[in-house]
């Protein structure tokens, strides 16, 4: 079963259910949505995909750095396939910490990382028809 990456619609409340703890006073949500301007044009949609056994690694490490890495009680990450519309959901992270700044700090650490790490790639598609794949961020250390 995927955990992490799917065409599902992310089920948000599951995710906060999931992460619950007695001990965590913060609860920081990030949400990534497919937004109707890029470069100067105008987007219609975007389609994800993604080689998924690799995918479901590279987030699971994202989340178990995150956690060795900052003072959190957990953090979940999910991130959507498929041909999504404007205004949808393509990825959460979900981070639970006894104290806001760590729960910020660990959410943008997680965001941050995925996005240089995670085997997933978009397709946007625009008011004129055209498709553009778009470039991603340099993994760490490229070009060096």
Not at 95 to 103: D, G, K, L, N, P
Request: net charge negative.
């Amino acid at each position: 079963m995927n955990d992490h990456v799917d065409g599902d619609a992310i089920d948000l409340d599951a995710l906060i259910e999931e992460t619950a703890s007695p001990d965590a006073g913060a609860v920081v949500v990030f949400g990534g949505t497919v937004r109707r301007h890029h470069a100067g044009q105008t987007v219609t949609d975007i389609e994800y995909s993604a080689y998924v056994p690799l995918a479901e690694r590279a987030l699971a490490a994202v989340e178990a750095e995150a956690l060795a890495g900052h003072d959190i009680l957990a953090c979940r990450i999910r991130h959507r396939t498929g041909r999504l519309r404007v205004g949808e959901l393509s990825v959460v992270v979900v981070v639970r910490a006894a104290h806001r700044a760590e729960a910020f700090e660990a959410a943008r650490f997680a965001i941050d990382r995925l996005k240089v790490t995670a085997p997933v790639w978009k397709r946007e598609t625009y008011a004129d028809g055209s498709q553009v794949y778009q470039q991603g961020e340099a993994l760490p250390g490229a070009g060096e």
